[in-house]
């Protein structure tokens, strides 16, 4: 059975850090890009991050470029997300997401964290 599972959101002031992780089980996790999304309420979901299968290049939304940093480590089936300076606009829900690098409709989400940027 397919699982991403979620952890390190809470709550945390401006400027400050969290480092957001995702254990995988249940597939071919080397096989699957991985992906950072993120909802603010009312808002629409956000692609923020992602890495390709292999690791190597990446790419963000262009504002946390500089602030925050995705990596994975397929030995242990983890994709982390790394952020500082975080800003109150960085709040929402933040949820990972596996697409396989060859079949897109192969696609399994998480059940989000959540991290509020706040004083």
């Known amino acids: 059975q397919v699982q991403l599972v979620e952890s390190g959101g809470g709550l945390v002031q401006p400027g400050g850090s969290l480092r957001l992780s995702c254990a995988a089980s249940g597939f071919t996790f080397s096989s699957y890009a991985m992906s950072w999304y993120r909802q603010a309420a009312g808002k629409e979901r956000e692609l923020v991050a992602s890495?390709?299968?292999?690791?190597?290049?990446?790419s963000y939304v262009g504002s946390v470029k500089g602030r925050f940093t995705i990596s994975r480590d397929n030995a242990k089936n983890t994709v982390s997300l790394q952020m500082n300076s975080l800003k109150p606009e960085d709040t929402g829900v933040y949820s990972c997401?596996?697409?396989?690098?060859?079949?897109?409709?192969?696609?399994?989400w998480g059940q989000g964290t959540q991290v509020t940027v706040s004083s």
């Open positions: 890495i390709p299968s292999a690791g190597g290049s990446t």
């Open positions: 997401n596996a697409k396989h690098k060859s079949i897109p409709f192969w696609d399994y």
